[in-house]
T-cell receptor
Framework: KAGVTQTPRYLIKTRGQQVTLSCSPI?????VSWYQQTPGQGLQFLFE???????NKGNFPGRFSGRQFSNSRSEMNVSTLELGDSALYLC?????????????FGSGTQLSVL | AQSVTQPDIHITVSEGASLELRCNYS??????LFWYVQSPGQGLQLLLK??????LVQGIKGFEAEFKRSQSSFNLRKPSVHWSDAAEYFC???????????FGAGTRLFVKA
């Protein structure tokens, strides 16, 4: 079974631009969560989608948005990029049907904002 | 709201020595607790999880963790560390009825020969 796939692996953008990151979950998984990872901050929860609906949202500004498609693939978008948005963005999938599920993580997209 | 604290930013241990990584959580009810490991350039992999029952949980790669409700702790242990254990370790907590896992800031483990 293929794992969680995130594209692109690396991305360089300039301030003010917008960016879209993609995540393909494990086949059969309906829940996709997004996290922002920065040194010293650990993983900060962005949002979680299940069957195209956002079930949970973290404390990030409205510039961060996401969506999920009918095939469970998910995208997250960051508009008006700031230098502080430079981070590793991780996507995780799970079946999504119970609370205590293990998360399966992709390798992440490393975003650098110049 | 649930939260997780990992007091140690980094720890260095000698190969073959024992290891304990600390984790404290904040949550009103019985939490779901996890330990994940992240090797350089990789995503996170689950080491073990606790939901209920026996408070000593066994995981992969020889790791174990003990849930102590009175101390709100879920410390990770390994009796003998191998060089390949050098990585970053994350404690995480989930809550009943929620689909949101909250992670600590992580502890980076260095292993010296």
């Amino acid at each position: 079974k293929a794992g969680v796939t995130q594209t692109p692996r690396y991305l360089i953008k300039t301030r003010g631009q917008q960016v879209t990151l993609s995540c393909s979950p494990i086949s059969g998984h309906r829940s996709v969560s997004w996290y922002q990872q920065t040194p010293g901050q650990g993983l900060q929860f962005l949002f979680e989608y299940f069957s195209e609906t956002q079930r949970n949202k973290g404390n990030f500004p409205g510039r961060f948005s996401g969506r999920q498609f009918s095939n469970s693939r998910s995208e997250m978008n960051v508009s008006t990029l700031e230098l502080g948005d430079s981070a590793l963005y991780l996507c995780a999938s799970s079946p999504g049907t119970t609370t205590n599920e293990k998360l399966f993580f992709g390798s992440g997209t490393q975003l650098s904002v110049l | 709201a649930q939260s997780v604290t990992q007091p140690d930013i980094h720890i260095t241990v000698s190969e073959g020595a024992s290891l304990e990584l600390r984790c404290n959580y904040s949550y009103g009810a019985t939490p779901y607790l996890f330990w994940y490991v992240q090797s350089p350039g990789q995503g996170l992999q689950l080491l073990l999880k606790y939901f209920s029952g026996d408070t000593l949980v066994q995981g992969i790669k020889g790791f174990e963790a003990e849930f102590k409700r009175s101390q709100s702790s879920f410390n990770l242990r390994k009796p003998s560390v191998h060089w390949s254990d050098a990585a970053e370790y994350f404690c995480a907590v989930g809550r009943t009825g929620g689909f949101k896992t909250i992670f600590g800031a992580g502890t980076r483990l260095f292993v010296k020969a």
